[in-house]
């Protein structure tokens, strides 16, 4: 009987602490929320209201618009579109293939591939941003969407996830392929590809998001508005000299969008990726 009890203790306690981390998470997304239907004036009033005293819609249009009534928000968000979508499709099929490569093959190196791949994950962006901007310019890929796609192609943690997934990938499955006359490529795209969706979700979804969210290396390389992304047009509300801090929340809260809309549709493969960190355990 004490067990059971001290059981039921031990889990009211874990489900409390759970409780407020998940409210400690979601409260500056419900500040976001709620601040983009206020005046800015509202945003700043201590204690702070929860409830809007009027409902601001105007802020959303203030976003869209922008103070110059430019309009250029669309085209910033078609740019943070064609950026992360590109971005996305392209490094998860470098990381699929060097992953495969990496789980399946055996070739003189291997180790030594795979662990320089790992130590790029060690080195902050910001050590090397400057000699890729200087290379970037160099190539004439200022102002262009392969200057902002190209640098992130090879995704190290990318590699590492696919490569602990296929590790525990049937190798009777691979030679089965083989024995039916299937070449690499074929077996790669019909049999690898086609059959690691938790995987590649896993990694879609993470390499979208960090292209979705990238601030740094679109100030650096997109001088030109019309290249500008998102991140960058939160920016500039930051840089004028009337802040308007009710269109600046409107305009976090429809980037969120595409983030939240991303991952309720792939949530289950999302979740179902995990099972790569304990692949090869055998």
């Not at 979508?85 to 180790?111: C, D, E, M, N």
Request: proline share 4%; net charge positive.
């Amino acid at each position: 009987m004490n067990i059971v009890k001290e059981n039921l203790a031990g889990r009211l306690v874990v489900n409390i602490f759970l409780i407020l981390c998940c409210l400690a998470i979601l409260m500056p997304i419900a500040f976001m929320f709620t601040a983009s239907l206020m005046s800015s004036s509202e945003i700043f009033t201590m204690p702070y209201r929860w409830i809007p005293k009027k409902i601001h819609a105007i802020n959303y249009f203030n976003a869209i618009s922008g103070n110059d009534r430019s309009f250029m928000f669309i085209r910033n968000v078609i740019n943070s579109l064609i950026v992360a979508l590109s971005t996305t499709i392209l490094s998860v099929i470098v990381s699929a293939f060097a992953g495969y490569g990496l789980s399946k093959f055996q070739f003189k190196g291997k180790t030594t591939v795979f662990m320089m791949i790992m130590g790029r994950m060690m080195i902050p962006f910001e050590a090397i941003m400057i000699p890729m901007y200087i290379t970037a310019v160099k190539l004439g890929m200022q102002n262009t969407y392969s200057g902002l796609v190209l640098p992130f192609l090879l995704n190290a943690f990318g590699v590492f996830q696919m490569r602990q997934y296929l590790m525990s990938f049937p190798d009777d499955l691979l030679d089965a392929g083989r024995i039916d006359g299937l070449g690499e490529m074929g077996i790669f795209w019909k049999l690898v590809f086609g059959n690691s969706t938790p995987a590649i979700a896993t990694c879609a979804i993470l390499c979208f998001k960090g292209q979705w969210d990238n601030l740094l290396w679109p100030l650096l390389i997109a001088q030109k508005e019309t290249m500008k992304t998102i991140p960058t047009y939160i920016v500039k509300f930051t840089e004028e000299k009337t802040s308007d801090e009710g269109a600046m929340m409107a305009v976090a809260v429809i980037a969120c969008i595409p983030i939240i809309i991303l991952f309720i549709t792939m949530s289950k493969y999302f979740l179902g990726g995990s099972s790569m960190y304990s692949a090869g355990k055998e």
